[in-house]
């Protein structure tokens, strides 16, 4: 089970840090990802990182803002959310992959390539 949390409300420019501590399991054991959502538009991939965090990658529209990392030794993953935008508000959700690397690594953008996620956390950014 993952449990996200750290969201809020925070003005343009600002930081947030979310968590993502996971139960029941050992994190070190899977490849991580956290995804973003609006109502009424698709789960959108956000950022992922590889088992041992020495290798992230990010969408687009957050590259260079956001930060994701991840403290095995806690069976905790963070995203570092930096200069905030009114765009970036959404649920923001933390996902954990079962699949071999490299399969995960081809579909490591998508929904599919997760088995499990977390409740979620909101993040409003006003203007």
């Known amino acids: 089970q993952l449990q996200a949390s750290g969201g809020g409300l925070v003005q343009a420019g600002g930081s947030l840090r979310l968590s993502c501590v996971a139960s029941g399991r050992s994190i070190s054991n899977y490849d991580m990802a956290w995804f973003r959502q609006v109502p009424g538009k698709e789960r959108e991939f956000v950022a992922a990182?590889?088992?041992?965090?020495?290798?992230?990658y990010y969408a687009d529209s957050v590259k260079g803002r956001f930060t994701i990392s991840r403290a095995n030794a806690e069976n905790t993953g963070y995203l570092q959310l930096n200069s905030l935008k009114p765009d970036d508000t959404a649920v923001y959700y933390c996902a954990a992959a079962a699949l071999i690397r490299s399969v995960w690594w081809e579909k490591r953008a998508e929904r599919a390539a997760y088995n499990s996620w977390g409740q979620g956390t909101q993040v409003t950014v006003s203007s």
């Open positions: 990182i590889v088992k041992s965090g020495g290798v992230t």
